[in-house]
C-alpha cells in the first residue's frame, strides 16, 4: 500500500468512526423533515393526544432528561410504560422517549434496541415513525451494523418520493463503510450534486473513493475545490500535497505544504522537518534554518543529531557559517561517525579560522568511518597545518591523503611544495649561520 492510500484510509477511519451523538440524531430529524416535503401517501390514522396525566408525566421525564438526571426519567417512563393507565399511544410515547433517555447516557447499544420497540409497536404518528427509521439507520452505524443501517434507510426511502440530500450522504457513508465504493460514489455524488452547499463530510467520502481507487487525476480538481472551501482543514491540505506528489507536481505539492505552514498547521517534529526539508531542497535554506532553529530551540523539533544537521546544513546553504558551527558540533558529538567534525573544520575555513579547523579535523578523522570523505578530509586537514605553518605534520597528513587514488595528485603537489619550503628554510638558517 502506497503512502499515499495509505493517508486516504486514515480520512476514510475519522470519518466513519466520529460518534453519532442523540442531539445530533434530533437535529437531523428535523432537517430531513424540513428538508423531505413529499413523502409517499400514508395509510390514514386517526390523530392522538396525550392525556393530561400521560403529558404531564412525559414533560416532567423530559425535564429531568435536560438536567441528566436520567435515572428520574427512567423510572418516571418505565412506570407509565407497566401502568395499565396509558392507552398504547401514549405508552409508545413514553417508549421512544426512553430510548432518548439511553442514547443521551451515550449506550448507543440499548437505545438502539428501545427505538427498534417504539417503532414495532406501530401506534405512534406517521412521521414521528419515518423519523424514527431514519434514526435507527444512523444508530446502527454507530454500533458498527452497516447492513442493519442500510436495511432501516432503505425502508426510510421507500416512504419518501423526495429523499434528501443528507439522506443521500447517509446512505453513501453506508456503503463505504461496507467497501461498496461504487454505490458510495453513486449516493455521495447524488448528494453534492443537490446540495448549493454541500457538507464536508461528503466530499470525505467522495475522496475516499478516488484515493482508494488511485483516481488521482479525479481527486485533484475536487481537492482543490475543498481546500478553497474550508481552508482550515488540515487533512485536505494534505492529500492535496500528497496527490500533487503522486501526479509529479512537485512545485505545487511544495506550495501546499507552505499554504499548511502559513495556517500554523504544522505541529509535530515530524511535519516540521518536512517542511524545513522541502525549503532547503527548493532553494530556500534561510527559511529552512529558521524553522528548524525555532523548533529545536523550543522543542517543537526533537533534538536528534540528524536534526542539528540538517539545521547546520541549512545555515550553510545560507552562507551564515558561524550559524552553522553549533549545530554541527551538537550534532557532531551525537554522530557515530566523524563526518560531522569533519563538516564542522569547513565552516572554520570559510572564515580562515585555521585553529578551530585543524582541531575538528582531527577529531574527525580520530572518529573515523569517513567512508568516502576520509581522503578529502586528510588532504584539507594537511592544507590547515600548512596554513599554520606545521609544514613537518602537514607532509606527515598529506602522505594519508596520498594513500587514495582520488586526492594522490594533489596530495603529492603539496608535499613537494612543502619539502621545497623546509629546504629552503633550512638552506637559509644555514647561510644565517656562517654568516653569523
Known sequence: MSKLRFSSLILIFSFIASPIMPEAIRLIDTAT?????????PKTRRSQVLSKGAFNQITTAQEALAESNHETAMNILLNMMKSDRYNP?????????YAYVWADKGDYSRALIEFER????????????????YNLAQLSIAEDKPKQALRYLNRWFSQVEDPSASAYGLKAQIYLIMDNLKQAEKNVSKAISMSDSPKESWYRILLSVY????????ALPLLEVVVDRFPGKKAFWQQLSAVYQ???????????QQAMHNQDMLKTSKELVRIAQLYLYNDYPFKAAKILDKGLKDGSIKKTSKNWELLATSWMHSREWKKSRSPLLKAAS????GKLYAQLGQAYIQDEDWKNAEKYLIKAVDKGKLEKRESNTYLVLGITQARLGKFEKAIKTFRRAGDFDDTAKDAFKWIRSLERQLAEKARAEKEKQKTG
Open 334 to 337: 551525537k554522530s557515530e561517525s
Open 246 to 256: 503522486e501526479l509529479g507536481m512537485e512545485k505545487k505539492a511544495f506550495a501546499a
Open 118 to 133: 417504539a417503532l414495532n409497536l406501530g401506534v405512534l404518528p406517521e412521521q414521528v415513525q419515518l423519523d424514527l427509521t
Open 89 to 97: 399511544y401514549e405508552k409508545g410515547v413514553a417508549q421512544q422517549t
Open 211 to 218: 484515493l482508494q481507487q488511485e483516481r488521482y487525476k479525479e
Open 33 to 41: 423533515a424540513q428538508e423531505d416535503k413529499k413523502k409517499k401517501k
